[in-house]
């Protein structure tokens, strides 16, 4: 059979409309725990091919200027992005490396938080359901660098990629590891105009750090609670759904210190449960606003906040910095002074 290399993979990749592609060995993974472990999926793993499509600037026009939220998580996120663009490009190429005689497991990306606490299946395997941390992966694999946010920067197109994986036993050239602060220079924008104040200043000194081959990346320890109160809809300071379907109502998100679980089961049924439609809301949900956005979206997920600090604010500074390579006509992304709203809505 015809040997197979890394760039063969890449330049297939590509082809497939994946923008950026890049290779981690599996020793890159010796310090990954068991439940997000590569080898845990597939015990014979030689290598990590990560994958990367960029999130277009023009998916958070809208947000920005605060008139238009369907297209971020349509073409952006759940809806296309992350159910179709992405996973065909991944699937095509795991088909590439099998017809070379190698196994591929095309991943999906699913949250590490996911795992539930059942016992393993068999003796010294790894319990169900393993889960990768997907943007540790693309560190390893050379793409980028995990920014001071937690959200994964690329030379390219900053943080505005989401990324995926297929893990094979073909073993490939891995990629040169990108050097830490090579791409987040710790310019606090993203904690700035992150609007629950969930990323830490970094004077606060809390951190999450890792190694891989000798070189340490490092970053804030985000506030998950926080960041998905604000992400998914419960946050009135970023939602003029909330604003609309709950006047008279207050909430803080910033002053909030809940798990991302916690918040998660706020922030769900608070966006996308129905209740009956009554004289004072005709509607038949809850927040209107938020359930129409997760089904036109793909009714897989829905996104509110829009990634103000840690994806819009720092693609911002990166491109005016001259930080990164794709820049724009038209200037600086943000171009106007920006909105927020308060954490207390008005009464009827
Ligand atoms: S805005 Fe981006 S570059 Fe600046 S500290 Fe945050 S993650 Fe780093």
Known sequence: MATLTAQMVKDYARKQGLDLVGI???????????????????????????????????NWRGIEEGTYWP??????????????????????????????????????PGPPEAQPPVGSVRPGAAAPDVHMAIRIV??????????????????????????????????????????????????????????????????????????IEGKTYEWGDVDMGRCTLSYHGGDPRVSPFIHKSFPGYEFDASKQSISEDMAYKLCWPFSQGKWRRTEEDHSGYIIEGHAKIKEWGGDGSYGIGGSRGCMRSCFNYLEKSGKIEQTFENGEFIKRPRWLLSHKTESK
Not at 47 to 54: E, L, T
Not at 182 to 207: D, Y
Request: hydrophobic residues 40%; contains cysteine; glycine residues 10%.
């Open 24 to 58: 981690a060995n599996i020793e890159r993974f010796k310090d990954a725990p068991k439940r997000m472990h590569p080898a845990s999926i597939f015990p014979g793993a030689r290598s990590v091919i990560v994958v990367a499509r960029r999130i277009l600037r023009g």
């Open 71 to 108: 297209n971020y998580t349509y073409f952006g996120y759940h809806g296309l992005l992350n159910s179709f663009f992405i996973p065909r490009g991944v699937y095509e190429t795991a088909c590439f490396v099998e017809d070379f005689g190698w196994e591929a497991v095309p991943y999906y």
């Open 138 to 211: 693309g560190v390893a694999g050379g793409l980028g660098e995990m920014g001071w946010s937690k959200v994964f920067l690329t030379k390219k197109f900053g943080p505005r990629v989401r990324l995926s994986a297929v893990i094979t036993d073909a073993e490939l050239e891995p990629d040169p590891l990108v050097e830490p602060g090579s791409l987040c220079n710790r310019c606090m924008a993203c904690t700035k105009g992150c609007p629950s104040n969930a990323i830490p200043h970094i004077k606060e000194g809390k951190t999450v750090k890792i190694q």
